[in-house]
């Protein structure tokens, strides 16, 4: 029987550039607890933080544009 493979990352998602950031110590402490409590990849938990605060900053960028232009 073959199983299909295993799926890192929603489909279409891309795989030749990883996104990386750097963490500080305490940040890094409290996204691996989430990740624990999520039951979720790195990945995955990374992913879905960016996807729920994407829509925040685009916001505030937009609000201090507006701003810088009155």
């Known amino acids: 029987m ?8 929603p489909r279409g998602a891309a795989k030749q550039k990883p996104v990386q950031m750097r963490l500080l ?3 890094r402490r409290e996204f691996e607890r989430l990740c624990r409590e999520q039951g979720g990849s790195e990945s995955s938990i990374a992913r879905a933080i960016y996807l729920a605060g994407l829509p ?6 937009q609000q201090q544009q507006q701003q810088a232009t009155a």
């Not at 073959?2 to 990352?9: Q, R, V």
């Not at 925040?56 to 960028?61: D, K, T």
Request: charged content about 25%; glycine content about 6%; proline content about 6%.
């Open 2 to 9: 073959h199983s299909k493979p295993k799926a890192y990352g």
């Open 25 to 27: 110590a305490q940040e």
């Open 56 to 61: 925040v900053w685009l916001a505030q960028r």
